[in-house]
């Protein structure tokens, strides 16, 4: 599906980074490398939602939509803000700050300013808002998963949340290496773990590695026992030059997962420096993941031309491929194909400039008086190929 190959190498010389000054997060190294074409620049970058027609009418599997009602409400009614969902889940991101000072989280240029419903946010608040959303959509659709923050230990974030917990780990955060940085705090991360479960014999929780410009729609508790063997997964598209996309690695959370995915994660790591330091500002690990996954004799790439899930083994490790058409939702910014929204994805990945539609989607279910996540699916398939301010 094409809304997922959003990756076009040309445009890794965009030179969006510099739009960052003080505070990078993962979500916005990608946003350079998921313009998809150079011309799009130029058009014109709303302050607003702007709606068009809601793509794939008539398809039997696409969710069907009369401007913002969903006419299959296959999500959530409303928050299950009571249900187990999310338990014994992690969710893991890298996010970072640069010169941090209290300041820089309340000094606010006017020129950078941008509102979204009664709100308004320069670039520092802007992340902060994303990192907050991403929580909410966690409290309303896996309510008993926790968030674990990798950051660095020099910068202070903001947050104080339920169930949010900021996890420092030493390393090198500087933009030029945050990519770099992200697999290394995975890894770190996964033998921090392993050692606690050698000494507590604990419940096990499972992690799920993801950015935080995305919005989880349903629970994913469910593939740990859909498919019960795999050690870790990750997410893919039909796109022949970067066909997996890093930002969305679950991993089991037995000590066979944990250690297999580490010791997978280190080979995609080896990979990256040796091979993709060129790229290491953004796409080294899609590339770096997808050399170690092609590399593997027995690896078959026309699974990725298949949108069904399917599992393999990749060194010591079982690896379960979940298309991103699912799991790994982008709407379509501009032109090209598209075929509209599958009624069973579960998470919507709001790159580069769509994150101004990741705060309005929240803010839409937020203030709805029977809020319904397929409604809330329908602004965003019908809005999500306008290009937005953020
Ligand atoms: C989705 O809704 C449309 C319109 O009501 C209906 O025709 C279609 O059968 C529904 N699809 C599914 C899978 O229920
Ligand atoms: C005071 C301080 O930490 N300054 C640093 C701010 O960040 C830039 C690069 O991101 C460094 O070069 C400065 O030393």
């Known amino acids: 599906m094409r809304v997922c190959i959003g990756w076009r190498r040309l445009l890794l010389l965009l030179p969006v ?14 946003k350079d490398s998921t313009i998809e074409h150079q011309h799009q620049k130029l058009t014109k970058k709303f302050d607003h939602l702007v ?19 969903a006419l299959n409400k296959t999500h959530f009614p409303s928050s299950p803000r009571n249900s187990n969902y999310g338990d014994g889940i992690s ?11 209290a300041d820089s989280f309340i000094k606010s240029r006017s020129s950078e300013q941008v509102s979204v419903g009664k709100m308004s946010y320069n670039k520092v608040e802007r992340s902060m808002a994303v990192l907050n959303v991403f929580v909410n959509f966690l409290e309303v659709t896996m309510p008993r998963s926790n968030v674990l923050i990798l950051t660095d230990p020099a910068s202070t974030l903001p947050i104080q949340r339920n ?21 290394r705090s995975y890894i770190v991360f996964l033998e921090q773990k392993l050692e606690e479960q050698s000494q507590l014999q604990g419940r096990i929780s499972h992690y799920i590695f993801t950015d935080s410009d995305v919005a989880v729609v349903d629970d994913l508790g469910q593939i740990f026992k859909d498919y019960p063997l795999f050690d870790l997964a990750l997410t893919f598209r039909n796109n022949k030059e970067q066909p997996l996309n890093s930002g969305f690695i679950a991993v089991r959370g037995s000590r066979s997962g944990i250690q297999r995915a580490k010791v997978f994660l280190q080979e995609v790591l080896e990979v990256y420096s040796s091979k993709y330091m060129k790229a290491s500002r953004m796409l080294g690990d899609q590339l770096a993941l997808a050399w170690v996954v092609k590399s593997h004799p027995s690896f078959n790439t026309k699974r990725f031309t298949r949108q069904q899930p399917f599992e393999e083994k990749i060194g010591g490790a079982s690896v379960l491929f979940l298309p991103c058409a699912t799991y790994n939702w982008t709407p379509p910014e501009g032109a090209g194909q598209f075929h509209g929204m599958p009624l069973d994805v579960k998470v919507v990945h709001f790159k580069g400039s769509r994150k101004r539609l990741m705060l309005e989607s929240w803010n839409f279910l937020n203030s709805s008086p029977s809020p319904h996540i397929s409604d809330m699916l329908c602004l965003i398939l019908s809005s999500g190929r306008t290009k937005y301010d953020f």
């Open 91 to 101: 969710f893991v991101t890298v996010f970072t700050t640069y010169n941090s000072t």
């Open 17 to 30: 980074i510099f739009l960052f000054p003080h505070i990078i997060s993962v979500l916005q190294l990608h």
């Open 163 to 183: 169930r949010v917990t900021l996890y420092p780990i030493k390393g090198e955060y500087s933009r030029d290496k945050l990519m770099l940085q992200r697999i």
């Open 51 to 69: 709606f068009g027609p809601a793509a794939g009418e008539g398809l039997h599997d696409r969710l069907q939509c009369q401007g913002t009602k």
